[in-house]
Each structure stands twice: as structure tokens, then as C-alpha cells.
């Protein structure tokens, strides 16, 4: 292994610079990382990494990959007990020093011990353990580990080829974390639809496309009155509330939600066809009916007595909105506009104002095909002719649905 180990490590090195990029995220590189090492004789039988992560829920990302099991992404959040794991593993030792741990699990058990996780690996038949850092270009530093099951554990050119490709490695896996951080950014700032979309290029003021959509308004009955009497920290974890029933309503019945405007939730579900019109519809019609009972779950809760029960408006309208980038020259929204979004903007003050929970324009009634519900005509503001509304039965067991004689409310009421 003397003479080989660097004719390994070259061929794994140019690896990592030609093809690894390629590879879609950090486990697929980790795993073909482990394949190849074992392919040059290196006796590897587990590879992992540990990468900070810009996300809202999750910490860190672990990449483990072993010569016996199928390649594993685990996500750390900030629970107690990851905490207590780290605290007590090489990792946090790596991290604070910047220098590689080793835990010789087989040649020297007393000084292994102080690590919990090599009692892990033991049971598991490892004898060999190394963690090295991966510095990233920021300064910061990530960590990558390699195990060996093989008696006698790694031997000192097997370290060299760790040592060898570790920056490469930390090259490859920061592009892929950069990509990944703005996936997640994007993501969680303007949607995954938008997101995709501006990560691809679609960048430029007014840059963008007419689609067809289903159009979703929803706020908080008496927010401002609301705002202006409760404590900040108060009115933030309502909002919160909120904000993530509407939100996986929408994302359950596959809208998407694309801003939040003070206390109002603004979602489309897009479509192209009259068959995807119908279904995005009912799909609209589900979210509505899904996040009134989200919400009603959230008061029978009674977690917070400063605060009131919630009550909400939603109100649906379809038509053609352009979707694409609106803005100044250095701050753009991707977002959606035209008249459709406006005429859903005031179909939702509509409902405030007759306290109505779920309202529906006509261009829905036409796309469901029947004018169940009729609750009125109405003159809203920035339109010259009265508007019809219609007032669904969103109640999960009502015995009138919203269209009881087709075959979609059926589907509606069944859900």
C-alpha cells in the first residue's frame, strides 16, 4: 500500500475536481467518495460529513455513507439530544481545534472511551475512526470522518490519502452547500416555484409570464385592532400560528404561497388547461376548507389566553396573472399581478365586510360548473361593474357541499 497510496489519492483528488461537482448534492459525492477509496484498496467502511446549514428548521446536515447500508442523509435540528451528542463526539473536538481526531477503537480502548460514539462503532465491528476538518472558503470549518472495520485499523498511508484529498473534498462539498443555501433562501423567501425560477436566471426587472392561476386571499379578522393592543412577541407567535396553518393547507392540496402582506396570505395554484382549471379549483377550495379547520384546531388549543380566537377571510378568483419579477432597479418581488389579483384583493375585503369566511368569484362558479352558494352582487372598489360572490358550505360534514350535484363537489365532500 506504500507505493499505491498516492496513485489513490491522485486518482481520487482528480476526481473531486472533474466529475464530483456534477453529482447532485453532498451524499452522492460522499458515497461514490467511499466506493472509489475502497476500489484502491482503502479500507473504508464508513464515510461521513457534517455541514452547517442555512435552513429554518434544520442545523446540520449529515452525509453517512457505509460499505453494508444504503447512503443516509440525516438532518440535525436543535433538539437536547443532538445537542448532548455533539457536545461529546471528535466533531465538536475538530471544530474547536482544527486539527484531526482520531479514536483507535480497536489498538487503544481506554483513550477512545471518551468518546461516546466509539462505543457505537464498536458494537457495529469498526476498529478505526478518524475525523479531519474540511475548511471552508469563509473561513469556517466542516468536518468529514472515515471508519474502517479492517483489523489493525487505518494505517499510516491510508491517513495520508485522507489528509491528501480533504481539501478537494471541502472544495466540492462547499459548492454544493452554496447551492443548497440558496435553494433553501429562495425557497423560503418566495416559494419553491419563484425560487426555481430566479435560481435559473429569471432575474431581470419585468422579466417573466402570463399564466393562468387560481388566486388565493386570505387575512385575520380585527388584526389591526388586534396589533395594536397585544406585546410584539405576542402578536409575532399569533402571526406565526397563522401563517403556518394557511401555509400547509395551501402546500397540502399543491399551491404555493407567495408572500405574506402584513397579516394576509397570498397563493396560486397554476394552471393551463380546462381539466387542470377544474382540479386546481377544487384544490383551491380543499386548502380553504383545510386551513379553516387548521385554525380551528389552533383556538380549541387555548395555548395563549392574550390572545383571541382566530377568524379568517379567504376569498378565490381565477384569470390570467403575470408572473415574474416587479420592482426597482436593485430591490425586485417575484410575484404575481394584474387584474385578477386585484379583483381577489377585493373580493377578500369583501368577505371582511360581510363576514363571510370563504368567498368565490364567478370565474371559479364557471370553472366548477354550477352557481351553488350565490350569496350576492356587489360594486368593489377599482372595478365598474358589480362583482357576483359566491359563499361555499366549507364545513367537513355539511350535507350541501359547494356543488352537490357534480361529481367534484362529491370528491370535495369525501375529503
Not at 273 to 278: P, S
Not at 287 to 293: E, K, P
Not at 385 to 412: F, K, W
Request: proline content about 5%.
Amino acid at each position: 500500500m506504500v507505493l499505491e497510496a498516492p496513485l489513490v489519492a491522485a486518482d481520487v483528488v482528480q476526481w473531486l475536481y472533474s466529475d464530483a461537482p456534477h453529482l447532485k448534492g453532498t451524499l452522492e459525492i460522499v458515497s461514490e467518495l467511499g466506493e472509489r477509496l475502497r476500489a484502491g484498496s482503502v479500507p473504508v467502511d464508513r464515510v461521513t460529513t457534517g455541514i452547517w446549514v442555512v435552513h429554518p428548521n434544520v442545523r446540520a446536515e449529515g452525509s453517512i455513507w457505509t460499505s453494508s447500508k444504503a447512503p443516509e442523509l440525516i438532518l440535525y435540528t436543535a433538539d437536547s439530544k443532538t445537542s448532548d451528542d455533539y457536545q461529546k463526539s471528535p466533531i465538536k473536538r475538530v471544530h474547536e481545534t482544527q486539527k484531526p481526531v482520531r479514536v483507535e477503537i480497536e489498538r487503544d480502548p481506554v483513550a477512545a472511551g471518551q468518546y461516546p460514539i466509539s462505543e457505537d462503532l464498536r458494537e457495529e465491528g469498526y476498529t478505526d475512526y478518524i475525523a479531519l476538518p474540511m475548511p471552508f472558503s469563509d473561513g469556517s470549518v466542516k468536518v468529514a470522518s472515515f471508519s474502517t472495520k479492517a483489523p489493525g485499523g487505518f494505517s499510516g498511508s491510508h491517513i495520508s490519502v485522507f489528509e491528501s484529498l480533504i481539501r478537494p473534498l471541502a472544495l466540492v462539498c462547499e459548492l454544493k452547500t452554496l447551492r443548497r443555501t440558496a435553494e433553501t433562501v429562495l425557497d423560503t423567501y418566495v416559494g419553491p416555484r419563484a425560487g426555481s425560477r430566479v435560481l435559473d436566471g429569471t432575474t431581470r426587472r419585468g422579466e417573466g409570464e402570463w399564466i393562468k392561476a387560481i388566486v388565493s386571499f386570505a387575512d385575520i379578522r380585527g388584526f389591526t385592532r388586534l396589533s395594536n393592543t397585544l406585546p410584539a412577541d405576542k402578536i409575532v407567535l399569533f402571526l406565526n400560528k397563522y401563517f403556518g396553518a394557511m401555509t400547509a393547507a395551501v402546500e397540502a392540496h399543491g399551491g404555493e404561497v407567495l408572500k405574506f402582506i402584513g397579516d394576509e396570505v397570498m397563493a396560486i395554484f397554476p394552471y393551463e388547461t380546462e381539466e387542470e382549471a377544474r382540479d386546481a379549483a377544487m384544490r383551491a377550495l380543499l386548502a380553504a376548507r383545510d386551513t379553516l379547520s387548521r385554525i380551528a384546531e389552533i383556538n380549541a388549543e387555548k395555548s395563549c389566553v392574550q390572545t383571541p380566537d382566530m377568524s379568517v377571510g379567504i376569498a378565490l378568483h381565477a384569470g390570467d396573472v403575470f408572473y415574474g419579477n416587479v420592482g426597482s432597479e436593485t430591490r425586485l418581488d417575484f410575484t404575481v399581478v394584474g387584474p385578477a389579483v386585484n379583483l381577489a384583493a377585493r373580493i377578500a375585503e369583501l368577505a371582511k365586510d360581510l363576514e363571510r369566511q370563504v368567498l368565490v368569484s364567478d370565474a371559479i362558479a364557471d370553472i366548477m360548473g354550477c352557481r351553488s352558494g350565490l350569496f350576492g352582487q356587489y360594486q368593489v372598489k377599482g372595478f365598474d361593474d358589480p362583482v357576483s360572490v359566491y359563499s361555499p358550505d366549507m364545513s367537513a360534514d355539511a350535507a350541501v357541499g359547494y356543488c352537490p350535484e357534480n361529481t367534484a363537489a362529491r370528491a370535495l365532500e369525501a375529503n
